[in-house]
């Protein structure tokens, strides 16, 4: 039993700046891998960056290379999400995943795909004006 719960979202002017938060609990002792995904209105739900747990390795999507930045408190299960520079086209609810138990039936070392993540936040929403 795992929940994850996301924190830090709101509205921003572009240039901008928030950090995202999200806790794990419950059952977390095996976890492989954490990270974020954004969702914004009639779009699918993409990959923007995550990290392997034991190597401490980071990744992300292209559109948020430089800007973006993912970082994580080993000892709270707890990973951020520093967003610099925000665009309009950022603007989206934004999800907390996590990979625990279990590593994903792809064995894929990156973990870009919604289906190698076991675990979801409730998502958080991101709003960036002109």
């Known amino acids: 039993q795992v929940q994850l719960v996301e924190s830090g979202g709101g509205l921003v002017q572009a240039g901008g700046s928030l950090r995202l938060s999200c806790a794990a609990s419950?059952?977390?002792?095996?976890?492989?891998?954490m990270g974020w995904f954004r969702q914004a209105p009639g779009k699918e739900r993409e990959f923007v960056a995550g990290t392997r747990w034991s190597s401490d390795m980071t990744y992300y999507a292209d559109s948020v290379k430089g800007r973006f930045t993912i970082s994580r408190d080993n000892a709270k299960n707890t990973v951020f999400l520093q967003m610099n520079s925000l665009k309009p086209e950022d603007t989206a609810v934004y999800y907390c995943a996590a990979r625990i138990g279990s590593t994903p039936y792809s064995g894929n070392l990156y973990y870009k795909s919604t289906r190698d993540y076991n675990y979801w936040g409730q998502g958080t929403q991101v709003t960036v004006s002109l």
């Open positions: 419950g059952r977390t002792f095996s976890t492989y891998a």
